[in-house]
């Protein structure tokens, strides 16, 4: 509690020092946070010394271990990928949600079955919008999840809704979709920092993560398709596996290959402080496949991500109702996504000490936790 | 029936000194008025406005101060008399045309009035305009008392008639907006018949001998001035020190004098003819006493050119060494406004006396008591002002762009954009128009990688005024940036004028309206407007504008004044505080409407904790409803 500080701190310490995710969790709390073109600004200070804003954002000092501790069980954790019960390769069964979803659909498929098995009775997704200019909204009827399907590379701030929502304690039973940064500011919302001022936050009841590598300028991207393809035609945007080096963008024309030297530029410098690949704080998360046997075999499919028994509870449920296709897994699989997680802690810690310069300052990481456990020490 | 028109030789009224200036030039048989609004000037033609039609004069509120100087001229030239009335920054704008007016001379009597605002109450500078009498070589009269606002200006015009040059009458704040007695006397029945001689036209070539001929003109003036009423010595034949003083300099030292019991000891020579000094008057003055104190506002010009008099004189009247005190001693201070007490502070040094008003407890005491009972209170904008909406959202819009833009505004009601209530926003100052230009320049600085987005803020009278030549500029040159402009439909903050926009005159008669966003647009300027009680929209717009790079990018924010509003209309909305939904001082807002958007309609309740609506102070506007962030604000329909 007395580690919790207010906006002023935040804008010093996570907006102006570029660390800012534009998850969304410091709005829709207040009039004093906007957003424009994937940043969040804040437009003035409500100068409180404590505030939510500050105890939501997943880049203000995180106690990791302190949330998994309240919320997992302790004996699942893996260092690598963090709460582990189960990895899936699966893809939607119904064809046409696969036409349109980013890799197999699975998302899709299990927010759409969670609401009608009244497991939720909401959802806060990331509209994709055919691929560019995404927005967050919430979904409260089954068949609203589908229209949310899609490719999405810019960030938009989506838990400003959640929080909206939160206030308006309507939706009892709301679900929270979103990358590695909104989920762990959702788990941080859940822990109820403040005694006087729940926020609700009991209403959150299910977690999805998405896996992230991670996410690219609003602008940036623009710029880039524009000077490409008229950017309304674009219907999917996709990272091929690393041995292409492209970035694949479908358009209703027809394909075009960007080299990924021209996106590198562009990913959001936040993004290089995240070290969290596969939503590490979630009930279930889900990614693109990616196993040894090739982009031709993986295209299509997805790998998810167990970490708690409702998590399960859900993937029981599709499995049964054929919601979801299933296939087998290799343990080449868990290993090659054990090593690509990994690889993103270590890139990330190393880009914190070069950014504080001094070892014993990770900014929001705490330098004891164990999932970083083996890696500050090859960092240095 | 207004004051001004009285018709009643003889009675003493109560009058302003404007009014008194007024007045004067009626009763002088002026027909043509001109000026721009201008504190503190604006009621001299502001009263000549209202009795126009019943003087059949001619009485106009020009667009800006050299077109009203230029407009009273030609009235001059036709054989008329006239009178333009301006404050010091009008004056800066009028004396391109002013020092050429000098060389070519004029024919019936014209008299410039300017107004000038010691210690800046109500301007962008704190100017001493009698400085442009001795570098335009034109006579200068300084009143003191009200009655003399009224017979200088009447001296004013028929020196000018005699010497056909303009004379110039200077005032401050305290005689222009003060009241006091004033002795009338008779309205003219008869009218001039307007006539340009042109066989005897007003050129300024040859140059230089026609600047010769302006000196003599002044020297004529100086032996006028020799003899005149409105210089005077009161007190002792031989004084310890001997006060010399013009305009409201000599209501301070008199009183000063009187206070401090110095009636044997100092004396007070008047001065009225301040422009060109009458040297032999002033010769037979000096030579009473060693110690001369100067009391004058601001700058030290009576100091300066008596001690040029004296520096000729000495030796011919063999006057002895004098000391001086004044401005440049350190005895009177040499910016701010004049009071009694500087006065006495400069007597006390210059005289070594010893002085208190009270006993300095009693004084201390008295200072902590009525502090208590008046609060400090800073500018702000009225409730319901469109300029405060307009700022919420400029200044939201500079936020979400990002890039440290900034805001430069011009002159008028809206220039409170450096105050809390105009959320500190202004980062630059400057005279008319100077909001624009200044953006022209910073709008050039990209090709040097400036890369913060600049708005530039003006009103929709000050757009006629100056920002016009600014907006060329911009087009011309390419300049990247977004011009604002704040119509409320009124000159607001010198109160309520008519102007090009409105579609009245200063008569009262119906004008054509020139439609500002037709004007932009015709100057080939990409032109929106917004209605900015619209806060989202208008937020949206700016902030998109930011984004576009190329030119200048006009955005009119329409919507009537407040004050203006409420003397034809009732209050659309009836506002009060949900208390169930405000937040108060909790996460999630601590008090943002009292706290930062600061409508004085909207006041904290210490008691509950919560915002609570003053009910005579609020106007219904409706525009907090849209700024809480929890729906607490509630506006019903009336």
Redesign the interface.
């Known amino acids: 509690m007395s580690d919790i500080k207010g906006p002023s701190d935040l804008e010093k310490e996570v907006l102006k020092q570029k660390l800012c995710v534009a998850c969304g969790a410091c709005m829709g709390?207040?009039?004093?946070f906007?957003?424009?073109q994937g940043?969040v600004?804040?437009?003035?200070s409500?100068?409180?010394i404590?505030?939510?804003?500050y105890a939501f954002c997943p880049r203000t000092t995180t106690d990791m271990e302190k949330l998994r501790l309240e919320f997992f069980d302790k004996r699942d954790f893996l260092p690598e990928i963090g709460p582990f019960r189960g990895l899936y390769i699966t893809r939607a069964s119904d064809k046409s949600i696969r036409t349109k979803s980013q890799h197999g659909g699975s998302t899709t498929a299990l927010v759409e079955l969670a609401m009608k098995e009244g497991l939720i009775d909401s959802a806060i997704m990331t509209c994709s919008n055919g691929g560019l200019n995404p927005s967050g909204m919430l979904v409260s009827k089954p068949e609203e999840v589908r229209r949310c399907s899609g490719s999405s590379f810019q960030i938009p701030p989506s838990l400003m809704i959640l929080n909206q929502a939160l206030k308006e304690n309507k939706y009892k039973k709301i679900g929270v979709i979103g990358t590695p940064c909104k989920t762990l500011a959702a788990y941080k919302t859940r822990s109820k920092p403040?005694a006087e001022?729940d926020h609700h936050a009991d209403n959150i009841a299910m977690v999805f993560g998405l896996f992230c590598g991670w996410g690219l300028d609003w602008v940036g991207l623009e710029k880039v398709i524009e000077g490409k393809t008229p950017p309304e035609k674009v219907k999917h945007i996709d990272v091929l596996p690393s041995k292409y080096q492209i970035l694949e963008v479908k358009t209703r024309n027809g394909r075009i290959e960007v080299p990924l030297d021209e996106i590198y530029p562009i990913v959001r410098e936040s993004c290089r402080y995240c070290t969290d690949m596969t939503a590490e704080f979630s009930d279930i998360s889900i990614g693109g496949a990616r196993s040894s046997k090739g982009w031709d075999f993986d295209r299509g499919w997805n790998q998810v991500i167990v970490r708690t028994r409702k998590g399960e509870e859900l993937l029981k449920i599709a499995r049964e109702k054929r919601i979801l296709e299933f296939r087998e897994i290799e343990s080449e699989n868990f290993d090659k996504l054990k090593k690509a997680s990994r690889n993103k802690k270590k890139n990330a810690t190393q880009n914190i000490l070069k950014k504080t310069g001094n070892g014993n300052n990770l900014l929001y990481l705490d330098p004891e936790d164990p999932g970083l456990k083996g890696l500050l020490h090859s960092a240095i | 029936m207004s004051i001004v028109n009285l018709d009643a030789p003889g009675r003493t009224v109560l009058m302003m000194g404007n009014e008194a200036t007024a007045r004067g030039a009626l009763e002088a048989g002026v027909m043509v008025a001109t000026a721009y609004p201008g504190t503190p000037s604006s009621e001299i033609i502001g009263s000549l406005a209202e009795v126009a039609k019943e003087r059949e004069i001619y009485v106009e509120w020009s667009v800006n101060e050299k077109v009203a100087l230029e407009v009273a001229a030609a009235a001059s030239m036709a054989g008329l008399r006239a009178i333009t009335a301006m404050k010091q920054n009008g004056l800066n704008v009028a004396c391109d045309y002013l020092f050429t007016l000098g060389l070519t001379g004029v024919k019936g009597g014209i008299v410039l009035v300017v107004c000038d605002d010691p210690a800046s109450h109500s301007s962008s500078n704190e100017e001493d305009t009698r400085a442009f009498a001795r570098m335009g070589d034109f006579p200068l009269l300084e009143p003191t008392t009200f009655q003399e606002a009224k017979d200088m200006t009447i001296y004013a015009l028929e020196l000018s008639e005699e010497l056909r040059t303009v004379v110039i009458l200077r005032g401050v704040t305290r005689i222009s907006h003060a009241r006091g007695n004033v002795k009338l006397g008779e309205l003219p029945k008869d009218h001039r018949k307007p006539y340009f001689d042109t066989s005897s036209p007003f050129t300024y070539s040859p140059m230089v001998q026609k600047h010769s001929l302006l000196h003599e003109k002044l020297n004529k003036a100086k032996e006028r001035f020799e003899t005149s009423p409105f210089n005077s010595y009161e007190g002792p034949e031989k004084p310890d020190l001997m006060v010399i003083a013009s305009g409201t300099g000599i209501f301070y030292s008199r009183e000063a004098v009187t206070l401090m019991g110095l009636e044997d000891q100092v004396g007070i020579l008047k001065l009225g003819t301040t422009w060109p000094l009458p040297d032999r008057f002033l010769g037979k003055h000096l030579a009473r006493t060693q110690k001369i104190m100067f009391v004058e506002e601001v700058d030290p010009f009576l100091e300066s050119n008596v001690k040029e008099v004296w520096a000729d004189l000495a030796p011919i009247l063999e006057i002895g060494p004098r000391t001086f005190y004044g401005k440049r001693s350190g005895h009177i201070p040499i910016v701010g406004e004049l009071t009694t007490d500087r006065v006495i502070e400069g007597l006390k040094k210059a005289l070594d006396e010893v002085y208190e008003p009270c006993d300095p407890n009693y004084s201390r005491r008295a200072k902590e008591v009525t502090k208590e009972f008046v609060s400090d209170r800073a500018l702000g904008f009225c409730p319901g002002c469109p300029h405060r909406a307009s700022y919420w959202a400029i200044k939201n819009a500079l936020k979400l762009d990002d890039r440290e833009g900034f805001l430069t505004p011009d002159i008028g009601c809206y220039a409170l954009a450096r105050t809390a209530s105009g959320f500190f926003l202004s980062k630059t100052g400057g005279a008319m128009g100077s909001g624009t230009g200044l953006a022209c320049g910073f709008g050039k600085l990209q090709e040097f990688g400036f890369d913060q987005s600049v708005i530039s803020v003006c009103g929709d009278s000050t757009f006629f005024h100056a920002v016009m030549p600014a907006l060329v500029n911009a087009q011309y040159n390419k300049s990247n940036f977004v011009m604002c402009i704040l119509d409320n439909s009124a000159t607001a903050m010198t109160g309520f004028q008519p102007h090009p926009g409105v579609g009245t005159s200063a008569m009262g008669d119906p004008a054509p309206i020139l439609d500002i966003e037709a004007i932009c647009r015709a100057m080939g300027a990409k032109v929106e407007v917004k209605d900015p009680f619209d806060l989202k929209d208008t937020t949206e717009t700016i902030t998109r504008l930011f984004q576009d790079r190329e030119g200048v990018k006009v955005l009119i924010l329409k919507r009537k004044c407040a004050l203006l509003k409420a003397k034809g209309e009732k209050p659309p909305y009836k506002i009060h505080i949900a208390l169930e939904n405000c937040v108060g001082q909790d996460c999630g807002c601590n008090q943002l409407c009292t706290r930062i958007f600061r409508c004085p309609g909207i006041i904290w309740d210490t008691e509950t904790k919560k915002a609570k609506v003053d009910e005579v102070i609020c106007v219904g506007c409706g525009v907090c409803t849209d700024i809480c962030p929890n729906s607490a604000i509630i506006k019903e329909e009336t």
Do not use: E
């Not at chain 1, 600004?41 to 003035?44: G, R, S, T």
């Open positions: 709390l207040c009039a004093y906007g957003t424009f940043k600004v804040m437009l003035d409500c100068k409180l404590q505030g939510r804003c403040f001022n």
